[in-house]
């Protein structure tokens, strides 16, 4: 049997996904014969639980964070271009700093290759003005990596650069995007996030969020979900102020349907999920939330 950990409001609910094989295991909320949807254009068969993997037991898990109650938390998200720990996990974050913790969020490039017509200079400076504003709204701090949109590469220095990050936030709480993703920013992303987390002792977990999963995540497998939906408005404002990106279009076409599709696992409203680094923690405990 599986365990997952679903978070709804400030409630954990445990379930428990039982089979293997074909068939086995929790039909996803509104299943029919043809299957539903996913986000991205995936499709679950009737029968199939979104996500149904075997959850790894670590032999020595790292626990979430033990600070005396009311202490902070120090949180920290990494993205490769502005507006992907908006879409992917931006009202997690919302909620993080809603409830006093420290949210960084760490932009890898400032996506100075997602427009045309203007020099990366220029895009870069459109694009880190839309990432504080967008920050301002969450209640987050942003910080800029370095790299250049489009030219992001796994080195020696790069890697190094990412552990003094790590080294001088000292979070409890990381957020980085999933590894297996078509965009190779988002994959250089999320490979500097894990040597770091693995450079050193952490004393907390590391979380990967999805992107328009079916079209630039592929393959996540959700542990944990996040119920939304009373930071919803925080969220989208976060997105729209993305100005350069057409932010409602890709809201609408992408963001917004997987919030639903998550809730629907959970019989929420809005949802995120999430899928744990194997190693670091035995359940799905949202520590701070």
Known sequence: MDRRTLLKGLVAVPLWIAGTGAGAGCASPGTGTKGASVPGGAALGAGQ?????????????VPAPVKPAGTPLKVLCIGAHPDDPESGCGGTLARFAKKGHHVTVLYVTRGENDMEGRSFEENGKIREREAIAACKILGATPRFFGMKGGECEVTNPWRQR???????????VVFAQWPLDTHPDHQ????LSMHAYLAKTRNGPLYFYEVETGRQTIGFEPHVFVEIGDVLRVKSDALMAHV??????????????????????IAGVAAE????????????FMAGL
């Open 273 to 284: 999920a999430f899928a744990v680094m194997p190693g670091t923690i035995s359940t799905g």
């Open 188 to 191: 250089v992303a999320a490979i």
């Open 162 to 172: 990412m552990v003094t990050v790590f080294d001088e936030i000292q979070p409890d």
């Open 244 to 265: 350069s990106q057409n932010p409602e279009r890709l809201y609408e076409m992408h963001h917004e349907p997987m919030e639903r599709f998550r809730a629907r696992e």
């Open 49 to 61: 639980a979104p996500g149904k993997m075997s959850t790894p037991t670590p032999t020595s898990p």
